[in-house]
């Protein structure tokens, strides 16, 4: 089982660009988590996802910042029109069921440095 | 509102000996889980170890193990016989339900050193 997997590691855009990152959760798993860890901070909460659904999104900004999990393929964040602010790391988790008292596994994240 | 404060951005410990990273949290809740994750230069988010509140017995995982004071509302995890490997940092989190979805609630993390 390959875990949790994001894709890039790291990714850097130029101001107004758009930023896109994947994140293909465990064989099996079809709940998505997204984080966001700004520099020296821990993680917070930006949108749950399952299948083409968006279940909860009260962590993501209320511009730029769209997610999805399609029916196929993986979830994908996407910042559109990036500024300085977005520089950070961008964690994906999955989990097989809604309810986990186990924790989520996490992915490696995805670096965004903006330009 | 649920918080979760590490109060010490930075630790040190001499290998081979025991170090405690401090986890306290605020909740109304009687009922919840809380986690310590570790996140080597790597940036993989490791899960560490769990406990569940209605649980009185401290939990343990190998060389890892927390002190758990609900009333004082104190989540601290001791790490013996420390290795060069257990560098890394170290976030505590309390897991919370609200409207159906479970989310963390991270602290802002401890940055434990091993020195040789």
């Known amino acids: 089982n390959a875990g949790v997997m994001q894709n890039p590691r790291h990714l850097v855009r130029r101001r107004g660009q758009e930023a896109r990152l994947r994140c293909s959760p465990m064989?099996?798993?079809?709940?998505v988590y997204w984080y966001r860890q700004l520099p020296e901070e821990g993680l917070k909460f930006m949108v749950y996802?399952?299948?083409?659904?968006?279940?909860?999104e009260s962590g993501m900004p209320k511009e730029r910042f769209s997610a999805e999990f399609p029916k196929e393929g993986p979830s994908i964040l996407r910042i559109q029109q990036v500024v300085r602010g977005d520089s950070a790391a961008y964690f994906c988790?999955?989990?097989?069921?809604?309810?986990?008292?186990?924790?989520?596994?996490f992915g490696s994240g995805t670096r965004l440095t903006v330009v | 509102a649920q918080t979760v404060t590490q109060s010490q951005p930075e630790m040190s410990v001499q290998e081979a000996e025991t170090v405690t990273l401090s986890c306290t949290y605020d909740?109304?809740?009687?009922?919840?889980?809380l986690f310590w994750y570790k996140q080597p230069p790597s940036r993989q988010m490791i899960l560490v170890i769990r406990?569940?509140?209605?649980?009185?017995q401290n939990a343990t995982e190998n060389r890892f193990s927390v002190n758990f004071q609900k009333a004082a509302k104190s989540f601290s995890l001791k790490i013996s016989d420390s290795q060069l490997g257990d560098a890394a940092m170290y976030f505590c989190?309390?897991?919370?339900?609200?409207?159906?979805?479970?989310?963390?609630?991270f602290g802002t993390g401890t940055r434990l050193k091993v020195l040789a």
């Open positions: 406990q569940e509140a209605y649980k009185q």
């Open positions: 996802l399952q299948k083409e659904n968006i279940i909860d």
């Open positions: 989190a309390y897991r919370i339900s609200t409207s159906g979805t479970y989310k963390y609630i």
């Open positions: 909740t109304s809740e009687s009922d919840y889980y």
């Open positions: 064989k099996g798993h079809s709940h």
């Open positions: 988790a999955s989990s097989q069921m809604r309810d986990t008292n186990y924790g989520y596994t």
